[in-house]
């Protein structure tokens, strides 16, 4: 869904300060620029958007509903709220339903203290989990000689899917079932360590934003992970 | 020419009809094939053979499918003229039905035809089902078929078409209910050279069968609508997405596109014009979500049905990136007679912001189960009461429509006028036109938590709230209908609904807690009666039927 | 939508391929076809494994990955054989508020299957359809491909026997 970007400037407000914006620029990209903070998951700057985990969500003035900001293109005129108390609200819920749906025990996570999940609820202020655990019985596959793949610990994002189909080109990880059934698989969801088709290029393990994809040999808190190579790579890709 | 060419078959059918004193039709829909109509139809068809001066043949759906199979005879002569209708009839019925041709009917199969289900209705979009054999395009074109796209092809610009589809006022049945003029006219006004349209037919509420009746039992006034769409918005392809559970249908549309084809009406150079127009039939799979366009486009792409953020809207970005037209069948259905008899007739039916007609499937505790089209604005109570003869045994409770994306209206309401508007106000939707109805033996609690499950099962599992919060609200639903839930866990049921309702990705998510929210604004009391702390005077939870929860858990 | 011409040998020389090469060449091997050739697989081998999944990949070049995401994405594609018989309860509105469940429970009962399980002699499948579009005449189940309608418990049980008594003279 690559848009050309013509040079047409647009105004607009967020959170009631005047912006300026490139057309097509999506709320996101502008209030990054504008070092305005609104939380993402699934968006990684490098990667295609997805739009599924929610977090990004802002209001629109004139509009009941909500928009994700990182697939919502700034118009001319748009008021963009992204921080009220419904918002913050509606992202503590969000960060609800991802704890509870698989198994997050952050104290013996190799990730603790570099997750992004973990850190959004620092930040946003999120101080307990308010529906039960759904406790769902899913694996762990250590196969792959270098990495580790924890389901407990996957919030189904999809960046480690779209890293390796778009940028890496192997398409090994793909998402099977449906709902929360969903699960992530590589190839015909055989053992990750089976793939005939996977590099070993790691890209899927340092953009996971969890601990659910990370290195062997890591103990709890030690797994760090680097993706300041992820724009230029795309840059590079597409020029 | 193609207009002669029509004439002539016009005649040729005439004459056919002409030189019958009786004709009789045994519906071949789906409804009545699964009490073995086909059986019927062949034990009459080889009954008639000394009979001269009769004409048997197959028809679509004639709407009151649960007394199938229903037989109905025409007759020109003898002391019955005029039509009779059979119901329940059986291969063994043949001879007596044959034997009573142009005397007095068969009693015990007859099935009275003066009563308000079949005269209460306004047939538009099901005008030839129960009339027409649907495999065999001559008789489709004798009822004025395909005129509508011969007008449109060789009189008519493509924006004079628009302009009298936005005349007509008609508007999406697929659910929203947006005007289908001005969605024609966005993607009319795309550039490019490759367009595409679409026609909706997975069909997904669980308990409809409109769409289904209209491509069995007259499938080329779909293909006719869509062809007409496809000249007026510049498309020459065209995908039909039907649901993979409807064999029937797909075999049907498979005939009437090769006949088209055949004929010169489809393919290219329709009506001897340099318009081309293509229909593809693509199958779904089972998934209620591709219902959704933007799920449906990545189906047909060949992909899994998960539906991305709009915008950018289909038309302006659908199949393979290009602008795209997507319509419900029941929403192209109604195009050839708006473009035959102009969009100011249309308009004329219905009220002033819901134009022309609906066509409902009446299913549950009701008498007449079947399917009807009434024109909008019909009060629920007619729907129900007159035309649906009423709930067999106990009270009308309620009525869901929408399906699980829709709500339950109390009897207290039945005299809303049904229109997009008035059942929005009342927490509902028109949905695709599913009536369940509902007599004292339904638990609200237990119909929420259906629909609930239904939408934990469907949900595509790429948006948060959706894919979690759903599986929260069924487990709650659970809960309240055993009698362990407290009220804190009913709190925590509305704030998951407000979640749900307001950040999904999809309409699926986005809906999904109607059935809940209307359940609870109507029927507040079943849910108290059933928490643990619920009741005013602590009594506690009541006993639901032990056998029931048993069965159902 | 490059097209494909490279045709792959199939897995085996039953026959059932011809079909599914069939609907792949119909549609220029193109990769949009997948769903539509997972169909003709289902339809010809009634369900799909391993090794025509693999073949499938190949023959229309998407990634395993991306094939296996598709077969269980849609309730109508299987990946194990069905029983020797099949029951589809139907769990549409309309049947759900006319008894489904306590048809669903019965074979539970009886058979000692839930929903989408096959017998442990391999003899009978229950799955479930959200509607097969005869509502009217609800609660219907479809038995070995013939739709049942009005059914109480009993009858479905008795309808059962008789296919499964039927097949094994
Ligand atoms: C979850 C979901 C399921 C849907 N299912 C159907 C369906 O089965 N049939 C249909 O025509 N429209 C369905 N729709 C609506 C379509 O997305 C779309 O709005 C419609 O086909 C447009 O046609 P119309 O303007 O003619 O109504 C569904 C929408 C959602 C969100
Ligand atoms: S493994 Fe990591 S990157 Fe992949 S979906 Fe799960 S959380 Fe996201
Ligand atoms: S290591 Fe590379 S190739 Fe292997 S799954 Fe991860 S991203 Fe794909
Ligand atoms: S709302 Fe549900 S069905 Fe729609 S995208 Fe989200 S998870 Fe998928
Ligand atoms: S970051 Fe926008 S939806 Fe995930
Ligand atoms: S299917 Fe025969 S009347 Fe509806
Ligand atoms: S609800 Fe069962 S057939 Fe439609």
Known sequence: MKRQTQARIITLKIDGVDVAAREHETILELAQENNIFIPTLCHLDGLSEYGGCRICVVEVKGS?????????????????????ERLRLYRFSILDMLFSERNHVCSVCVSNGHCDLQYLSAKLGMTRVEVPYLNPKVDVDASHEHFIMDHNRCILCQRCVRVCGEIEGAFTKGVMGRGVNT????????AWGDSDTCTSCGKCVNVCPTGALVEKGKSAGEMVKRRDWLPYLRLMQED | MMIERFEEITTEEQTAVAEHDHTVKVCVAAGCLSSQSDQVLDALKNGVGEHRGCHVKGVGCMGLCSQGPLVAVESKTGAKSGSVMYQNVKAEDAPDIIQSLGKKPVARLELKTNVPFFQRQTKIVLENCGEIDPERIEEYIAVEGYQGLLTAVTELSPIEVIDEIVRSGLRGRGGGGYPTGLKWTTVAKMDGPTKYVICNADEGDPGAFMDRSVLESDPHRVLEGMAIAGYAVGATEGYIYVRGEYPLAVERLKIAIRQANRLGVL??????????????????????????????????????????????????????????????????????AIVRKGGAWYAGIGTEKSKGTKVFALAGSIQNTGLIEVPMGM?????IFEIGGGVPNGNCKAVQTGGPSGGCIPADYFDTPVDYESLKALGSIMGSGGMIIMDDSSSMVDVARYFMEFCMTESCGKCVPCRVGTVHMHTLLNKIYKGEARRHDLETLEKLCDLVMNTSLCGLGQTAPNPVLSTLRYFRHEYMDLLVDGAEDGRGATAVDAQLLEAQS | ???????????????????????????????????????????????????????????????????YGVSTFYHLFSLKPAGKHTCVTCTGTACYIKGAPQ?????????????????????????TARCVGSCGLGPVAVVDGEVVGKLTPDELLARLQEVMDHHDD
């Open chain 1, 183 to 190: 699960r992530i698989i590589h190839d015909l969801n055989g």
């Open chain 2, 267 to 336: 393919g290219s150079k329709v009506c001897g014009t340099t318009f081309d127009f293509n229909v593809h039939i693509r199958l779904g799979a089972g998934a209620f979500v591709c219902g959704e366009e933007t799920a449906l486009i990545a189906s047909i792409e060949g992909k899994r049905g998960t539906p991305r953020p709009r915008p950018p809207y289909p038309a302006e970005y659908g199949l393979w990136g290009k602008p795209t037209l997507i319509n419900n069948v029941e929403t192209f259905a109604n195009v050839p």
């Open chain 3, 1 to 67: 939508m490059v097209s494909n011409t490279r045709k792959l040998e199939p897995p085996s020389d039953d026959k059932r391929w011809r079909i599914v090469v069939g609907t792949m060449r119909r549609n220029g091997f193109a990769r949009h076809s997948l769903i539509e050739t997972l169909h003709t697989v289902q339809e010809s081998f009634g369900f799909l494994d391993e090794e025509s999944l693999h073949y499938v990949a190949e023959s229309l070049r998407v990634p395993l990955s991306q094939v």
């Open chain 1, 64 to 84: 009941n509903r909500l928009f994700p900001a990182c697939m919502t293109p700034a118009t001319e005129g748009m008021e963009v709220i992204t921080n009220s």
């Open chain 2, 379 to 383: 009060s629920l109570r007619e729907i």
């Open chain 3, 103 to 127: 048809l669903l429970a019965a074979i539970a009962d009886k058979h000692g299957i839930n929903p989408e399980e096959t017998t442990e002699d391999g003899n009978l499948s229950l799955l």
